[in-house]
T-cell receptor
Framework: AQSVTQLDSQVPVFEEAPVELRCNYS??????LFWYVQYPNQGLQLLLK??????LVKGINGFEAEFNKSQTSFHLRKPSVHISDTAEYFC???????????FGTGTRLQVFP | GAVVSQHPSWVICKSGTSVKIECRSL??????MFWYRQFPKQSLMLMAT?????????EQGVEKDKFLINHASLTLSTLTVTSAHPEDSSFYIC????????????FGDGTRLSIL
């Protein structure tokens, strides 16, 4: 079975500061890794994905994530956040033989002016 | 543009009412769609997989008779919450898997269901 852990339920940060949202996963098989963002009362929007190849993945809105196989992590980073980045962020894994996503519990990023 | 259209976006109704939520694929013939439920401040939990022309596949612990899923065409899947009660109040989201790994799932905008 697969599982995803997002240790930080909330991350407060000031505007223009860097941020890292942590994600660790557990799986006995190879998986694909995703980060999604959810704005209030909306569905999920894909930020970035890791399928294979380079472990540093760049996504939309200036976000990037690094896949670390030895640490089974896929942390999300942004060097300088904006007020508009305030949202819920979900890390997710997907087995390579299925379409089903397993989500973490989410991290609420709150950017203050 | 939007790939998945989910309707309605917000429903408030009395206890005992049945509520139907629609999920439409706008540019892709979807043989499969996923239905998720999200309680406040919690993650998305997969409820069921709807399959075009056949029965839905429900996740463990999800009541089949409570959450009726119909996938009658390649562009439409519906979730009906039957005889809804306050504990069914939640955010319901559908998603459309593309069947190709480098094209991840597209999510609808969700339906906020509030049962009074």
């Amino acid at each position: 079975a697969q599982s995803v852990t997002q240790l930080d339920s909330q991350v407060p940060v000031f505007e223009e500061a860097p941020v890292e949202l942590r994600c660790n996963y557990s799986s006995s098989v190879s998986v694909y890794l995703f980060w999604y963002v959810q704005y209030p009362n909306q569905g999920l929007q894909l930020l970035l994905k890791y399928l294979s190849g380079s472990t540093l993945v760049k996504g939309i809105n200036g976000f990037e994530a690094e896949f670390n196989k030895s640490q089974t992590s896929f942390h999300l980073r942004k060097p300088s956040v904006h007020i508009s980045d305030t949202a819920e962020y979900f890390c997710a894994v997907q087995r390579r033989d299925t379409d089903k996503l397993i989500f973490g519990t989410g991290t609420r990023l709150q950017v203050f002016p | 543009g939007a790939v998945v259209s989910q309707h309605p976006s917000w429903v408030i109704c009395k206890s005992g009412t049945s509520v139907k939520i629609e999920c439409r694929s706008l540019d892709f013939q979807a043989t499969t769609m996923f239905w998720y439920r999200q309680f406040p401040k919690q993650s998305l939990m997969l409820m069921a997989t709807s399959n075009e022309g056949s029965k839905a596949t429900y996740e463990q612990g999800v009541e089949k008779d409570k959450f009726l899923i119909n996938h009658a065409s390649l562009t439409l899947s519906t979730l009906t919450v039957t005889s809804a009660h306050p504990e069914d109040s939640s955010f319901y989201i559908c998603s459309l898997p593309r069947g190709v790994v480098d094209q991840p799932q597209h999510f609808g905008d969700g339906t906020r269901l509030s049962i009074l």
